[in-house]
């Protein structure tokens, strides 16, 4: 099937996809919020990758979080090479709208992070947030290391009990170890910071997430 109307729900092939660049996406040295380096190092942190549909919204809850040290919006799981916002946008990179959270885990867990990945949106919708419809905002987790895909699943498990107790649909998040993240452009990066009334289109199922019935467990 070739690119026409249904464009935006499909996720194209790497032929398809656009060439893209080898330069990377040049942003500020210090997030705007935290004040930490946007690209490291950051010495004895992890690092999570999370797609929760638009960016703006999802990266404002992540650098809210205690234990988180930095946050980046960018693009990740497609084949564009350093990709812009314009040719995400065009549904021909394959890529979707990521967080990337750096976080300390003697103050936060990545169960944690889960948690709040879970309940600030709708893993339901395939490829659309809302209002927000197209392959780049589709439900995303990208792991770094066994225990992070260990503890997604479970967590997938566990919260998919919980929206069906609650006559919900069925999750469609891609959960996968995760690929090489992008920077976003400059102006994206913090972006409820300078603009507090900017577009946030974040919107949970109003479901919570049992972090203790996943994490409980030690991971092997």
């Not at 960016?55 to 992540?62: T, V």
Request: hydrophobic share 35%.
């Amino acid at each position: 099937m070739g690119r026409g109307t249904l464009a935006k729900h499909v996720l194209p092939t790497a032929e398809e996809c656009l060439p893209g660049r080898d330069d990377p996406m040049r942003v500020s040295e210090r997030h705007a919020v935290l004040g930490t380096p946007m690209n490291g190092p950051w010495p004895g942190m992890e690092i999570a990758l999370f797609g929760l549909g638009c960016f703006w919204g999802a990266e404002r809850r992540y650098w809210q979080m205690e234990g988180v040290v930095c946050t980046a919006a960018g693009y990740a799981g497609g084949f564009t090479r350093n990709p812009t916002y314009r040719e995400v946008c065009t549904g021909r990179t394959g890529h979707a709208e990521v967080v990337r959270v750096v976080f300390d885990p003697a103050r936060t867990s990545y169960a944690d992070l889960l948690a709040v990945f879970w309940e600030i949106h709708d893993p339901t919708q395939g490829m659309r947030q809302g209002n927000d419809v197209g392959t780049q905002y589709r439900s995303a987790i990208y792991t770094a290391g066994g225990s992070q895909g260990v503890l997604a699943r479970r967590s997938r498990d566990a919260f998919q009990a919980r929206l069906d107790a609650a006559g919900l649909g069925r999750i469609t998040t891609e959960i996968r170890e995760s690929p090489t993240f992008y920077f976003a452009e400059d102006e994206h990066q913090q972006y409820l910071h300078k603009v507090p009334n900017g577009y946030c289109g974040l919107g949970g199922t109003g479901v919570s997430c049992p972090v203790g019935v996943f994490a409980g467990d030690p991971v092997p």
